[in-house]
């Protein structure tokens, strides 16, 4: 599909998920916020992706009905806000390849990727431990809920017998390999981290052509990640979660390592090959930067309830926030406060804050009247910017219970996590575009 012509001074976003819940939270704010802090003279193209065609047309519809609503969205030469859609299914990576293709092709350049889509799983809740928790320990249970647990094990469909944008059950005609000799057996994907991270991470490394052209300031990637990122979750040993009930868990926690070490010499030898564009002989200069957030408590519909325990659960949050949580922002909107923040904070701001504090999570905060704002946000083994002795900014509000203060020997460790996942998460790259083909 050809673009049609935009104006030079025109911001390419890309946002994943973007047609409920949090992504589509995010479209609206950003295209708000674009709007009133900008020049008149910019435009916004926001590059959605859906799992289907009906779904991205549905999408762009009412994100054309939410800017139609804003004044200030047109000038005398049109519209500031356009848009462009793109079919893409993160568990198939026939389909992500196929939507980095169709974006190759389709617009000059990216500058921001918001990487937002993402799924839970079957969730089994221990119903009277909930109840009971709601009433004994009505903040800390609602923020970092200990009564619930995923399914263990979840896999993909399979990737080898399966065309772009296709079903497992729809064979494909195309290739492995050139060689007569049958394919090795395809190694297990789990769903959760495919659709959560790996699928993510291929399609970024593959846009990175056009990643390259978005210079002043670099590109961004932000990772959307979730506040509840415990260290026990995750181990390198078991990279995709698949044999834990915690693979949700394990895989924003791995987002967390991945985008606060992405800048560390430590992790240098690995970053540079994914950020070096196939076909090329080097990584792209000025590289992109990496940033990850999380959108505070919200109620998404990523742990489906019915309506009654919606209703309740969606309670509970504003009861958390009435008693001084500072994490529970509850609406999408709110929630879309951190990602929107940082694809349009200028990069010196950014820069300022990283000097200052340190390479940061930044999350969606709320006080008790629903005033939002971001904030820094610990992470197990980094802290709150990777520095030692540096405090929480709300004192023991909002941490889990057990956090401890980063101390130098927890820095080193997160430094060769970070260096090791790098590792694995190439390897596992290099390895699935040979199967590919």
């Known amino acids: 599909m050809q673009q049609a012509r935009e104006p ?16 589509f939270a995010t479209c609206c704010r950003l295209a708000d916020e674009f709007v009133t802090s900008r020049p008149a003279s ?10 289907s065609a009906t779904k991205s047309q549905d999408t762009i519809a009412r994100l054309q009905q939410h800017v139609n609503s804003n004044p200030h969205t047109r000038t005398a030469s049109g519209s500031r806000i356009s848009f462009h859609a793109v079919q893409l299914d993160l568990t198939s990576l026939r389909s992500v390849r196929a939507a980095a293709q169709e974006l190759l092709s389709s617009v000059p350049r990216i500058d921001i990727i918001i990487c937002n889509a993402g799924i839970a799983g079957p969730i089994t809740i221990n119903w009277p431990q909930a109840f009971w928790a709601a009433i004994v320990d009505p903040i800390y249970s609602v923020t970092f809920p200990y009564f619930a647990h995923g399914s263990l094990g979840l896999l993909t469909k399979p990737q080898l017998s399966t065309s772009p944008g296709k079903g497992a059950n729809e064979s494909s005609n195309l290739s492995i390999s050139s060689s007569t000799s049958p394919p090795a ?33 670099p590109a961004r990637i932000i990772c959307v990640s979730s506040l509840d990122t415990p260290a026990y979750a995750f181990s390198l040993t078991d990279l995709q979660g698949l044999t834990i009930t915690q693979a949700y868990h394990s895989s924003k926690r791995l987002t967390d390592i991945l985008a606060l070490t992405a800048a560390l010499p430590t992790s240098k030898p690995y970053t540079d090959q994914f950020f070096t564009p196939p076909g090329s002989s080097g990584p792209l200069a000025p590289r992109p930067r990496f940033y990850v957030c999380h959108p505070g408590v919200c109620a998404t519909d990523i742990f489906p309830l019915i309506f009654l325990l919606s209703w309740m659960k969606i309670l509970t949050f504003y009861v958390a926030r009435w008693l001084g949580s500072p994490w529970h922002t509850i609406s999408t909107r709110k929630g879309a406060c951190a990602p929107v923040w940082l694809a349009l904070a200028a990069q010196e701001t950014l820069d300022s804050l990283e000097e200052q504090g340190g390479l940061g999570k930044w999350g969606s905060a709320s006080d008790a009247s629903g005033s939002e704002r971001v904030r820094r946000t610990e992470v197990d083994g980094w802290g709150y910017g990777g520095n030692v002795g540096q405090g929480a900014e709300f004192g023991n509000r909002g941490r889990r219970r057990g956090a401890k203060d980063l101390t130098v020997d927890d820095r080193e460790a997160f430094e060769e996590l970070g260096r090791e996942a790098w590792r694995e998460m190439e390897a596992l790259r290099e390895e699935w ?5």
């Open 8 to 23: 030079s001074d025109c911001i390419y976003v890309l946002i994943t998920g973007a047609n409920t819940g949090l992504g």
């Open 433 to 437: 575009e040979e199967r590919l083909g």
């Open 42 to 51: 910019q435009s916004l193209k926001l590059i959605i992706s859906t799992r």
């Open 185 to 217: 057996p395809e190694p297990p994907l789990g769903e959760i981290f495919c659709a959560n991270i790996f699928g993510h991470y291929l399609l970024a490394h593959a846009l990175t052509p056009v990643l390259a052209h978005a210079s002043h300031p």
